[in-house]
Protein backbone atom coordinates (compact mmCIF):
# COMPACT_ATOMS: atom_id res chain seq x y z
CA UNK A 1 0.00 0.00 0.00
CA UNK A 2 1.20 3.52 -0.97
CA UNK A 3 -0.07 6.60 0.72
CA UNK A 4 0.74 10.09 -1.27
CA UNK A 5 0.62 13.23 0.32
CA UNK A 6 0.89 16.69 -1.84
CA UNK A 7 1.56 19.78 -0.96
CA UNK A 8 2.78 23.35 -2.05
CA UNK A 9 -0.44 24.56 -3.38
CA UNK A 10 -1.85 27.90 -3.40
CA UNK A 11 -2.85 31.20 -4.88
CA UNK A 12 -0.09 32.71 -7.52
CA UNK A 13 -0.35 35.59 -9.77
CA UNK A 14 -0.14 35.11 -13.42
CA UNK A 15 3.14 34.81 -14.83
CA UNK A 16 4.47 33.25 -11.27
CA UNK A 17 5.66 29.77 -10.20
CA UNK A 18 5.22 27.20 -7.83
CA UNK A 19 6.74 23.92 -7.04
CA UNK A 20 4.56 21.25 -5.90
CA UNK A 21 5.51 18.45 -3.99
CA UNK A 22 4.41 14.92 -3.63
CA UNK A 23 5.65 12.35 -1.01
CA UNK A 24 5.03 8.31 -0.68
CA UNK A 25 4.60 6.59 2.84
CA UNK A 26 5.21 2.64 2.22
CA UNK A 27 6.51 0.91 -0.50
CA UNK A 28 7.48 2.84 -3.07
CA UNK A 29 9.87 1.12 -5.45
CA UNK A 30 9.71 1.02 -9.08
CA UNK A 31 6.47 3.46 -9.34
CA UNK A 32 5.88 5.55 -12.37
CA UNK A 33 4.57 8.99 -10.84
CA UNK A 34 2.48 11.36 -12.39
CA UNK A 35 0.99 14.42 -12.30
CA UNK A 36 -2.78 14.80 -13.04
CA UNK A 37 -5.25 17.98 -12.45
CA UNK A 38 -9.01 18.65 -12.78
CA UNK A 39 -9.99 22.67 -13.30
CA UNK A 40 -13.66 23.46 -12.36
CA UNK A 41 -15.84 21.87 -14.50
CA UNK A 42 -13.66 20.19 -16.02
CA UNK A 43 -12.38 16.25 -16.81
CA UNK A 44 -9.32 15.06 -15.20
CA UNK A 45 -6.57 15.64 -17.57
CA UNK A 46 -3.16 14.63 -17.17
CA UNK A 47 0.28 16.96 -17.04
CA UNK A 48 3.13 15.07 -16.79
CA UNK A 49 4.84 11.63 -15.56
CA UNK A 50 8.27 10.25 -14.84
CA UNK A 51 9.72 6.65 -14.29
CA UNK A 52 10.76 5.11 -11.47
CA UNK A 53 14.88 6.28 -12.15
CA UNK A 54 13.65 9.81 -13.05
CA UNK A 55 15.51 9.24 -16.55
CA UNK A 56 12.53 9.52 -18.60
CA UNK A 57 9.95 12.47 -18.53
CA UNK A 58 6.49 12.94 -20.85
CA UNK A 59 4.16 15.80 -20.63
CA UNK A 60 1.19 17.09 -21.59
CA UNK A 61 1.45 19.38 -24.77
CA UNK A 62 0.61 22.32 -22.87
CA UNK A 63 2.85 22.82 -20.29
CA UNK A 64 5.79 21.37 -22.29
CA UNK A 65 8.85 24.15 -21.83
CA UNK A 66 6.45 25.79 -18.37
CA UNK A 67 6.63 22.26 -16.45
CA UNK A 68 8.83 20.40 -14.98
CA UNK A 69 8.74 16.99 -13.26
CA UNK A 70 11.84 15.72 -11.06
CA UNK A 71 12.09 12.89 -8.37
CA UNK A 72 14.28 12.17 -5.36
CA UNK A 73 13.68 8.98 -4.54
CA UNK A 74 15.73 9.16 -1.19
CA UNK A 75 12.97 11.82 0.02
CA UNK A 76 10.20 9.40 -1.85
CA UNK A 77 8.60 12.54 -3.64
CA UNK A 78 8.11 14.03 -7.08
CA UNK A 79 7.66 17.09 -7.42
CA UNK A 80 5.99 19.41 -10.30
CA UNK A 81 7.46 22.95 -10.77
CA UNK A 82 5.37 24.67 -12.44
CA UNK A 83 6.89 28.64 -14.51
CA UNK A 84 5.09 30.62 -16.25
CA UNK A 85 1.69 30.12 -14.88
CA UNK A 86 -1.71 31.30 -16.27
CA UNK A 87 -5.45 31.20 -15.20
CA UNK A 88 -6.05 28.57 -17.26
CA UNK A 89 -3.51 26.06 -14.88
CA UNK A 90 -5.94 26.74 -11.87
CA UNK A 91 -7.18 23.50 -10.68
CA UNK A 92 -6.58 20.80 -8.38
CA UNK A 93 -3.66 18.88 -8.86
CA UNK A 94 -3.06 15.38 -8.06
CA UNK A 95 -0.31 12.83 -7.95
CA UNK A 96 -0.48 9.64 -9.06
CA UNK A 97 1.68 5.97 -8.80
CA UNK A 98 1.65 3.46 -11.20
CA UNK A 99 3.57 0.15 -10.13
CA UNK A 100 5.56 0.13 -13.27
CA UNK A 101 9.75 -0.91 -13.88
CA UNK A 102 9.32 1.01 -17.13
CA UNK A 103 12.70 2.30 -18.16
CA UNK A 104 10.46 5.08 -20.57
CA UNK A 105 7.20 6.89 -20.11
CA UNK A 106 5.18 7.99 -23.27
CA UNK A 107 1.75 8.34 -23.84
CA UNK A 108 0.14 5.53 -22.45
CA UNK A 109 1.06 6.67 -19.28
CA UNK A 110 -1.23 9.46 -19.55
CA UNK A 111 -3.78 7.82 -18.95
CA UNK A 112 -5.46 7.85 -15.46
CA UNK A 113 -6.57 4.27 -15.57
CA UNK A 114 -3.05 2.73 -15.59
CA UNK A 115 -2.09 4.34 -11.83
CA UNK A 116 -2.87 2.18 -8.75
CA UNK A 117 -2.67 4.50 -5.99
CA UNK A 118 -3.74 8.72 -6.01
CA UNK A 119 -3.21 11.79 -3.74
CA UNK A 120 -6.08 13.82 -2.13
CA UNK A 121 -5.01 16.79 -4.13
CA UNK A 122 -3.85 20.31 -4.06
CA UNK A 123 -5.21 23.46 -4.88
CA UNK A 124 -3.66 25.84 -7.10
CA UNK A 125 -4.89 29.05 -8.29
CA UNK A 126 -3.95 31.32 -10.75
CA UNK A 127 -5.18 34.92 -10.30
CA UNK A 128 -5.03 37.32 -13.85
Known amino acids: QVQLTESGGGLVQAGGSLRLSCTAS???????MGWFRRAPGKEREFVAT????????YYADFVKGRFTIFRDNAKKTVYLHMNSLNPEDTAVYYC??????????????????????WGQGTQVTVSS
Open 50 to 57: INWSGGST
Open 96 to 117: AAERSLSESVNYAHSVAIRYDY
Open 26 to 32: GRTFGYV
